[in-house]
């Protein structure tokens, strides 16, 4: 799901589309005005969001089966 979720946000994972949409934007020094990372987020963002998600749920259910 992290992945998916990353892809979909982020140029379907594709760091050769990013840097092109980049370059359509900013035009061929676009290394001068914007970063790479700025555009383009980590993957680890949206594992550590799906395990948050994952654990409240983990969580509801055991509140939910103790009463």
């Known amino acids: ?3 998916a979720m990353w892809a979909a946000e ?3 994972g594709d760091q050769n589309k ?3 949409w980049l370059e359509e934007v900013y035009g061929r020094n676009w290394r ?3 970063k790479f990372s700025d ?3 980590d993957v ?3 594992y550590e969001y ?3 998600l994952d654990h409240q749920r983990q969580w509801e259910n055991a509140k939910n089966s103790i009463t």
Request: charge should be neutral; hydrophobic fraction near 50%.
């Open 50 to 52: 799906v395990l948050i």
């Open 18 to 20: 990013c840097m092109k």
């Open 44 to 46: 680890r963002e949206y």
């Open 10 to 12: 982020n140029f379907g």
């Open 1 to 3: 799901m992290a992945e």
């Open 39 to 41: 555009h383009m987020a």
């Open 32 to 34: 001068q005005v914007t």
